[in-house]
């Protein structure tokens, strides 16, 4: 695959750079050879258009901030294919061989840089070493293709240097729409980033060297034959043997990262849904991981909900709106007031809502809110849903249960545009309440969550929240070990679009276990000493996480 991102060069023709030229022995008609020639461009394309896309979609679930990694991937990966293409020109004497013995190490090194890259993750700790070393490699590799396949198709039929060009850029563009589209759609969803990368380097390996050993056979030695065999059987022999032990592998790596009780782990359309801890006895020792992230623990998890959720509750609560919150905990404590008349849960991975419902330890968690006749779930972005035609005056309270907004996918949640949607949605009298990050590891990020809100015309009250975390939480806040870890720093907003809202619960409310009013004043004051003046609001063209 070529670097898409430049203008190219035209290179000249062979001869004029020293190149033997003469015709090429083929076993088939030259028009024939040129269109295998051709066709090979065009698999090795898509190969290594979805070795980059593995790449990219791997690096932001493991590490997070999918705009960085994508930055990381893309910028070193075509440095490194200009690279490739100067130590190609060491190799155009032996222009088959070399680029039968390129295809071989592209095809190991692209099959298993999924693999290396969990492995990596799941032992190491650390990931971003491993991402950049195989972006350079996979790179370099991809860059020495061109310049070989360039003297490989002169040497079918001598034609001008421009024509040759087109034709290779034509073959090698449409490859890599046929494997950027084949990624999301076909290889991930039904074989996974492990298998998926494995059967592409299958493929890649066949097609460069079958080319090579078929149409080239008679520019090769003796040697040079039977070795370029030798390589290519090996690297799909070491291909599917990892694709055999792939499960197995996926199963041992899974409980280096999460621990020895992994009970479900489910790859949806959306994210990699994990759930730890015994089948039977008390959910406190369940734990939700969505995308190797801590998401619910059940050692704590109802403080986060009681005060996510509960000072919102204090005034008219008739039809209540939660945005996220699919594992049903936020609903739950939505659902204790009995003059709630309705309940919309907005998710957008059916995934979670479905494990929410059937998983034994998490509905008992959730006290079977999804079996209450007043919750409805919608399973759709809560930014489009927002925008839809009837969602204006709807609700009395709106819960903004979102993962945090340092998390790049959710940034166009937490945005000035988002709140004001929201907004819209409240009836008069109505409050939002937001989960808005911790407050004292990432103040930087709960105040531009809490100036958002007022740039979209809400009053706001800070307030924060605190608990003990268990398990292993992957990204920059994980905990190792099991037990409770440290103490957990939850941030959140109250908003509401007339007067600034009142922090408080009632006495009388129904399985309060964690929450006070005097609790709650005590926590905006605390929250109001870090307040950062003067920050911008976050919008969708200038977002301001990090």
Request: with cysteine; glycine share 12%; net charge positive.
């Amino acid at each position: 695959m070529i670097d898409r991102s430049v203008p190219r060069r035209v290179l000249p023709a062979p001869e004029s750079r020293g190149v033997a030229t003469r015709p090429a022995a083929l076993p088939v008609r030259p028009r024939t050879g040129r269109l295998l020639v051709l066709a090979t461009v065009f698999v090795c394309a898509a190969c290594g258009l979805v070795y980059e896309l593995e790449l990219l979609a791997l690096g932001s679930y493991l590490i997070g901030d999918s705009v960085t990694q994508a930055s990381i991937v893309l910028s070193v990966m075509v440095f490194a294919m200009g690279v490739g293409s100067l130590l190609a020109k060491r190799l155009r004497r032996r222009p088959a061989f070399g680029f039968g013995a390129i295809e071989a190490a592209l095809a190991l090194l692209g099959g298993l840089s999924a693999m290396a890259l969990y492995a990596s993750f799941a032992w190491l700790g650390e990931s971003r070493p491993a991402l950049v070393a195989f972006s350079f490699a996979i790179g370099v590799l991809i860059g020495a293709e061109i310049p070989l396949l360039m003297v490989l198709i002169q040497r079918i039929r001598r034609q001008d240097a421009g024509g040759a060009v087109a034709d290779l850029f034509a073959a090698d563009y449409v490859g890599a729409l046929v494997g950027g589209l084949a990624f999301p759609f076909l290889l991930l969803p039904l074989l996974g980033q492990l298998t998926g990368a494995l059967l592409t380097g299958t493929v890649n390996t066949l097609a460069g060297g079958g080319l090579v050993l078929w149409l080239f056979r008679r520019d090769l030695s003796r040697r040079s034959r039977w070795l370029l065999i030798g390589v290519n059987v090996t690297v799909v022999a070491v291909l599917a043997s990892a694709t055999v032990l792939a499960d197995d592998f996926e199963r041992v790596a899974r409980r280096a990262v999460y621990g020895g009780e992994v009970r479900v782990a489910v790859q949806t359309g959306v994210q990699e849904l994990v759930l730890t801890g015994p089948g039977t006895g008390s959910p406190r020792s369940l734990d939700l991981y969505l995308d190797g992230r801590l998401r619910v623990s059940g050692y704590d998890e109802y403080r986060y909900h009681e005060a996510l959720v509960h000072p919102a509750m204090t005034g008219p609560h008739t039809r209540v709106l939660v945005l996220g919150g699919g594992d049903g905990l936020a609903a739950r404590e939505v659902l204790r007031y009995p003059d709630v008349a309705s309940v919309t849960v907005v998710e957008l991975d059916p995934g979670v809502v479905r494990l929410a419902r059937t998983d034994p330890m998490l509905s008992r968690l959730n006290a079977g809110a999804y079996a209450d006749p007043r919750l409805g779930v919608v399973t759709q972005d809560a930014f489009r849903w927002l925008r839809g035609p009837g969602t204006r005056d709807r609700f009395d309270v709106i819960v903004s249960d979102l993962p945090d907004p340092g998390i790049t996918p959710s940034t166009k949640l937490y945005s000035q545009e988002f709140y004001g949607l929201a907004a819209r949605a409240l009836r008069p009298g109505g409050r939002i309440a937001v989960h808005a990050g911790p407050l004292a590891a990432r103040p930087r990020t709960y105040w531009t969550v809490e100036t958002t809100l007022r740039a979209a015309g809400l009053r706001t009250a800070p307030y924060s929240a605190g608990g003990r975390l268990t398990g292993f939480a992957a990204g920059p806040d994980r905990t190792l070990g099991g037990g409770p870890g440290p103490p957990q720093d939850w941030g959140f907003v109250l908003a509401a679009r007339a007067a600034v809202p009142e922090l408080r619960v009632d006495r009388d409310t129904p399985g309060l276990r964690s929450l006070s009013t005097r609790a709650l004043q005590d926590a905006t004051r605390d929250a109001e000493r870090t307040r950062l003046a003067g920050l911008p609001p976050s919008t969708l063209p200038h977002p301001r996480y990090s």
